[in-house]
């Protein structure tokens, strides 16, 4: 069990490693740190309805639309998302949580940085239990929510807001 919990934290921590020696940082640099995103994370529940990205099938040209179906699908490897911060509270996790000294693993910033949404500023949608949502990747909604959707709308714009 803590073989594999490290033997992953090793590998992304190789990766990000590599990433900061490619970005020009070194071990300990401020740019060797993930940035805090200071957008607020409004939470899956702000991208889930069925007119935007909750919908029972694909149907957009470009965006499928029916990306929540597939982050909760428990079938769907991109399922394991959604599930990410639900395996903390899994007694497997405490022991791991255990040996490696942490107390509360569904509250520790090390954990919940690759479990779940570490976001700073949280909307009244936002849940820990989403696990990796939508903001953990594309940053906090609160810049392009509004925007991303609307009719002048292009993807270099969308992609520039998160």
Same mark, same amino acid.
């Given at each position: *069990?803590?073989?594999?919990? *490290?033997? @992953?934290?090793?590998?992304?921590?190789?990766?990000?490693?590599?990433?900061?020696?490619?970005?020009?940082?070194?071990?300990?640099?401020?740019? =060797?740190? =993930?940035?805090?995103?200071?957008?607020?994370?409004?939470?899956?529940?702000?991208?889930?309805?069925?007119?935007?990205?909750?919908?029972?099938?694909?149907?957009?040209?470009?965006?499928?639309?029916?990306?929540?179906?597939?982050?909760?699908?428990?079938?769907?490897?991109?399922?394991?998302?959604?599930?990410?911060?639900?395996?903390?509270?899994?007694?497997?996790?405490?022991?791991?949580?255990?040996?490696?000294?942490?107390?509360?693993?569904?509250?520790?910033?090390?954990?919940?940085?690759?479990?779940?949404?570490?976001?700073?500023?949280?909307?009244?949608?936002?849940?820990?239990?989403?696990?990796?949502?939508?903001?953990?990747?594309?940053?906090?909604?609160?810049?392009?929510?509004?925007?991303?959707?609307?009719?002048?709308?292009?993807? @270099?714009?969308?992609? @520039?807001?998160?």
């Amino acid at each position: *069990m803590l073989a594999e919990c *490290m033997a @992953a934290a090793s590998h992304w921590l190789r990766v990000a490693i590599a990433l900061g020696v490619l970005a020009g940082a070194t071990v300990g640099s401020p740019l =060797a740190a =993930a940035p805090i995103d200071p957008a607020v994370h409004q939470g899956v529940a702000s991208c889930g309805s069925s007119t935007c990205h909750g919908r029972q099938e694909a149907t957009g040209p470009r965006v499928r639309q029916n990306e929540v179906i597939s982050w909760s699908d428990p079938a769907s490897l991109t399922g394991v998302h959604s599930r990410a911060w639900n395996v903390l509270n899994e007694p497997r996790a405490q022991a791991i949580g255990k040996r490696l000294g942490i107390a509360n693993v569904a509250a520790s910033k090390e954990c919940i940085s690759c479990h779940g949404d570490p976001a700073p500023v949280r909307g009244p949608k936002w849940q820990q239990s989403d696990g990796v949502g939508c903001e953990a990747c594309h940053g906090g909604s609160e810049r392009w929510l509004a925007s991303h959707a609307s009719v002048n709308a292009s993807h @270099a714009d969308n992609v @520039a807001k998160g």
